[in-house]
């Protein structure tokens, strides 16, 4: 298996924009996280999916933030617009099950908003 | 709101010395794991403690859980430049049906040859 995939690696945009990323999980696993990681605030749980349904939304910091799983091989998360407070790098993880599982994280997206 | 503390935040050290992170907090965890991260990747799974006293090897890495299950350390022995790194360690509770795991903000360890 190729692990988890997110594209694209690296995103610089200009405030305002919209940003879409997307990750792939690995085949078989029921649980996708976003998670995003700053200096500051370290690693943050933005949302996750269990089944391709948002179970738990509490992490996204407002609503210029959306996430969706259309199915069980893809999710996308949608900044709109975007500030330079949200640059960070994104990630995308994955796991069997969620009951402190092994969450496989992808490479991440850099993401940087000017 | 559950917390973990990581101390130190960063850490520079020569290769062949021993050292000891640690991840605190005042909540209890049903378990805890420790994740490595590289530069430019995501963060690695290195070990999941679950029993309150636990210890656990891996190589040259010794993972202790709290017998009180709200903290861990993490002791590299002979450190080796191929250890630099992000160290995180992560709690897990259990909270209805569902959970997720909370994240500390980490130790940078830095071995120089």
């Known amino acids: 298996d190729a692990g988890v995939i997110q594209s694209p690696r690296h995103e610089v945009t200009e405030m305002g924009q919209e940003v879409t990323l997307r990750c792939k999980p690995i085949?078989?696993?029921?649980?996708l996280f976003w998670y995003r990681q700053t200096m500051m605030r370290g690693l943050e749980l933005l949302i996750y999916?269990?089944?391709?349904?948002?179970?738990?939304d509490s992490g996204m910091p407002e609503d210029r933030f959306s996430a969706k799983m259309p199915n069980a091989s893809f999710s996308t998360l949608k900044i709109q617009p975007s500030e330079p407070r949200d640059s960070a790098v994104y990630f995308c993880?994955?796991?069997?099950?969620?009951?402190?599982?092994?969450?496989?994280f992808g490479p991440g997206t850099r993401l940087t908003v000017l | 709101t559950q917390l973990l503390e990581q101390s130190p935040q960063f850490l520079s050290i020569q290769e062949g010395e021993n050292l000891t992170v640690y991840c605190n907090s005042s909540?209890?965890?049903?378990?805890l794991q420790w994740y490595r991260q590289e530069p430019g990747e995501g963060p690695v799974l290195l070990v999941t403690?679950?029993?309150?006293?636990e210890v656990k090897k891996l190589k040259r890495l010794t993972f202790q859980f709290g017998d009180a299950r709200k903290d861990s350390s993490l002791h590299i022995t002979a450190a080796q430049p191929g250890d630099t790194g992000l160290y995180l360690c992560?709690?897990?509770?259990?909270?209805?049906?569902?959970?997720?795991?909370?994240f500390g903000k980490g130790t940078k360890l830095s071995v120089k040859p």
């Open positions: 993880a994955s796991s069997i099950t969620s009951g402190g599982d092994e969450q496989f």
């Open positions: 085949s078989g696993h029921d649980y």
């Open positions: 999916f269990n089944n391709n349904v948002p179970i738990d």
């Open positions: 909540s209890v965890f049903s378990s």
């Open positions: 403690v679950v029993t309150g006293g």
């Open positions: 992560a709690g897990w509770n259990y909270g209805g049906s569902q959970g997720n795991l909370i």
